[in-house]
Nanobody, 122 residues
Framework: QVQVVESGGGLVQAGGSLRLSCAAS????????MGWYRQAPGKQRELVAT???????NYADSVKGRFTISRDNAKDAAYLQMNSLKPEDTAVYYC????????????????WGQGTQVTVSS
């Protein structure tokens, strides 16, 4: 099994910054993509940003130019630098990890963390 733990959430004023961290541990074999998703009250979970093992990134239009995703493959970790935060960024942020559990695995397994709350006040 793989455990995914997020940290770095909190309360910040509009225009401020936060940095989220995500660490994968346990039976890690080969992580492919890592990503951040968020879910606001009463809304569906949505993609924020993803990054492949090669460093290719993808962002939701709503965060482009404000958020930056990065990862440290040696540490099985991913980060989300969030700048110019807006009240509409308020949500629980979840880290997602996709990995092949073994060399023989035909597909990737999907793992989620418990989430970290980000609250942006106006």
């Amino acid at each position: 099994q793989v455990q995914v733990v997020e940290s770095g959430g909190g309360l910040v004023q509009a225009g401020g910054s936060l940095r989220l961290s995500c660490a994968a541990s346990g039976t890690v074999f080969r992580i492919t993509a890592m990503g951040w998703y968020r879910q606001a009250p009463g809304k569906q979970r949505e993609l924020v940003a993803t990054i492949t093992s090669g460093g290719s990134t993808n962002y939701a239009d709503s965060v482009k130019g404000r958020f930056t995703i990065s990862r440290d493959n040696a540490k099985d970790a991913a980060y989300l630098q969030m700048n110019s935060l807006k009240p509409e960024d308020t949500a629980v942020y979840y880290c997602n990890v996709q990995q092949y559990r073994a060399a023989w695995a035909p597909y990737e397994d999907n793992y989620w963390g418990q989430g970290t709350q980000v609250t942006v006040s106006s």
